[in-house]
Every structure is written in C-alpha cells, then in structure tokens.
C-alpha cells in the first residue's frame, strides 16, 4: 500500500473537493498545477473550507477518505467473485473504478454516458429493473448491459438474480439476521394500500404501508449489503479507536501462565459466548469483543486469535467520523485509516457472511471454497478508499 504523508493527504483532500479522480499520483499532480490559483477554482463550501485548511495547515480539519464504489465493493467480497474484485481494483495496487471499466466493454448507443450505466448498474445492484431501462432506454442496451454484468461480475450478478427469485420467500412477512458483532437486523415486508377518505364532503387519495408477506420483493439486495456497509462502518469505529489501555490488559491475559480450561463467573461471559459463536458460524470476528474479555472468560475463546486480532490494530489509537461509507479523519491518520479498512476488507473476504446471513432467512447455500491469497492483496490494495 503506497504511503503518504499528512500535507499530501490534505492536497489530495482538495482534489477530491473538486471533483478530480485517479490515482494519488494524478490528484497530486492536478494540485501541484493549480496551487497557485486553488481559491479560483470552485465557489463550493466544502472544497473551500479544504483549500483554506491547506493554505494555513489547520491542525482541526478532518479530510475525507471514500470507499470506491462501496456497494459492489460489498456484493463481490460477500460473493467471493474474484471478477468483481479485480474490476473494483481490491486486488492490485491501480486504481479502478469499476463503472468506466464496464461501462467500456458495453456496446451501447451512442446517446448513452457513463453516468446513464453507473446509475443502472448502482441501481441494478440494489434489486432495481425499472432505473436500469429507464437509464438505458431501448431493449438493445439493457441485454448488452446485463450481458456485461453476467460476465464481468458473474457471482454479484447471481446473487442479485437468485435474492429476487428463490430466496424471496411469499409467506413472509419480515427477514431477520444477526450480523458477527450482535447487531440484529429486521426487514420488514410492507405492502402499499391505496383507499380513499373523505373530509369536508371531498374524497382524498391516500395511500399507506402494511406489514405483511407480499409475492414478489426487490429489498433483500440493498438491505444486505446496506447491513454489511454498517458493519464495517461500525468495526472501523471500534478498530481505529480501541483504547490502549484495554489493548495492553487483553494481551496479558492471553500471555498470562494460568489454566487454559477454568471459566469463572462474570457478566460479561454471555456476550463473549455469543460473538465467538457469531464468529464460528460467519467467520467474521468483531472488535467488540474486545470489550467484554476479562480473566473470567479468557478460556472461552482462542487466545491465538484474539493476539491476531489486536496485533491487526493500530498502534496509536484515533478518533473516526463517518458518514455511511466516507471516513473523516486528521490527515495523520489517513494511512492508518487506509489499512484498517482493508483489514476489515479482509477479513470480510476470508469470512462467510453471506451463508451466515442467508441461514437465518432459510436459504442455504455452501460456504465457499475462498482463494485466500485474494484476501492478501486487498489488504495491500491502494484504492479501496479514494
């Protein structure tokens, strides 16, 4: 992962408030050219509040760092399709951005732009039919589009196909999952109900949503992949910000010379049971475990996982701020933040969360058999965050 320093993480902050994609290489680039007229360049807020945060080194400004395309991100870690990855740059050090990369292998009319296939191709991902051939407009291009989806990101476009169809079930009327750090998720199936009322002698339109199972449903894509983007958002809090102190205590339970079998009573024992358990069944170890370990429960879990765990901390902690899938931090931090992401990444790729959650919607599906040295390139990956 190519490291950079805090004013570089600045300069580029200002390229990103102008809207400049590429590499670190080329915003850095485009800064050097117009750091003489930055003032000029755009009246924006938030791109000014950047330049003037540059111009006078303001040590309380937080840059903003944003996942690359983050819902296909999540769909192709969670698919293992190893296609999606290498579309979405996780497995090199170039950047990638997935939607000129398909957009570019689709042989669609003239009249249709970038912008036209990444709102259909967002849009598809979250289960959506109709944004799709509104954006595209003519039968020709939606097949040349989902002819590109089915060969370029084959797992991702299974996934949505089959989370439409087969694992939507008609007698239900909401779907629950438990997500590896407890988080419990609830989506309930709501079916819209038109009627009229009257009021001062005149009929109204209205119409209202019910909780009840409905034929066909499009909310299983976006819900878990929403459900998984929270999930990192919330390790990323708990990851960049763990306390050294409880770092330090951790690590001298698990090197501690006491009986590895003994448990004792204590109040947290339940809930270090049930986010080991959660790990066994995902593979996905949360953070917030960290919270409740003590010396009563230290043998309820491996101590040679919980040491990888922390050694995968940072070694100063810091304060995150996001909003959904853009982390805000000082610029000391940005490649701090840039390797947490891409531990939680990781971590994510070696996991089965998919058949985790798809188990608690009765749909199973086999684990799959995961290329692991995928997960070793995304943690070296440059552009998981832009």
């Known amino acids: 992962m190519e490291l950079l320093n805090p004013l570089q993480y600045l300069a580029i902050d200002v390229a990103n408030n102008a809207d400049i994609k590429g590499s670190w290489k080329q915003r850095l680039y485009w800064f050097r050219r117009n750091e003489h007229r930055l003032e000029k360049v755009s009246g924006d807020p ?56 398909l957009f570019k292998k689709m042989k669609l009319s003239s009249e249709i732009t970038r912008k036209d296939a990444k709102k259909a191709l967002m849009t598809h991902c979250f289960g959506s039919e109709l944004n799709p051939q509104r954006r595209l407009k003519t039968d020709e291009n939606l097949r040349e589009f989902y002819r590109v989806l089915n060969e370029e990101i084959p797992k991702v476009s299974d996934f ?39 009021f001062k002698d005149k009929d109204w339109k209205v119409q209202f949503e019910v909780n009840e199972p409905r034929k066909q449903g499009r909310e299983l894509p976006s819900a878990i992949t929403h459900s998984t983007d929270a999930l990192v958002m919330r390790e990323m809090i708990r990851r960049c910000n763990f306390p050294t102190e409880k770092k330090q205590y951790i690590q001298r339970l698990i090197y501690k010379e006491f009986n ?31 919270n409740h370990i003590n010396g009563a429960n230290i043998n309820l879990i491996d101590r040679s996982v919980i040491l990888e765990l922390l050694n995968s901390l940072p070694i100063e902690p810091f304060h995150v701020s996001p909003i959904h899938d853009c982390f805000y931090i000082h610029p000391k931090y940005g490649n701090d933040l840039r390797k947490q992401y891409n531990q939680v990444l990781k971590q994510l790729w070696d996991s089965n969360l998919l058949a985790h959650i798809l188990k608690h919607i009765d749909v199973s599906i086999s684990k799959d058999s995961i290329n692991k040295s995928i997960g070793s390139k995304i943690l070296n990956c440059n552009y998981s965050l832009t």
């Open 260 to 290: 590895t079998t003994d448990v004792y009573p204590s109040e947290d024992n339940t809930e270090v049971e049930r986010l080991w358990n959660l790990y066994i069944d995902s593979g996905f170890l949360s953070v917030k475990i960290l």
């Open 46 to 101: 938030l791109y000014q509040a950047a330049v003037h945060a540059y111009r006078n080194r303001n040590g309380k400004y937080l840059i903003g760092l944003d996942a690359q395309a983050s819902g296909i991100q999540m769909l192709a870690i969670l698919t293992h399709d190893e296609k999606a990855i290498f579309h979405c740059g996780l497995d090199s050090q170039s950047y990638k951005d997935i939607y000129t990369e």
């Open 160 to 198: 949505i196909e089959a989370s439409l169809t087969v694992m939507w079930n008609p007698k239900a009327s909401s779907y629950q999952w438990t997500m590896p750090d407890g988080f419990n998720v609830d989506l309930k199936v709501m079916v819209p109900i038109n009627t009229t009322i009257k």
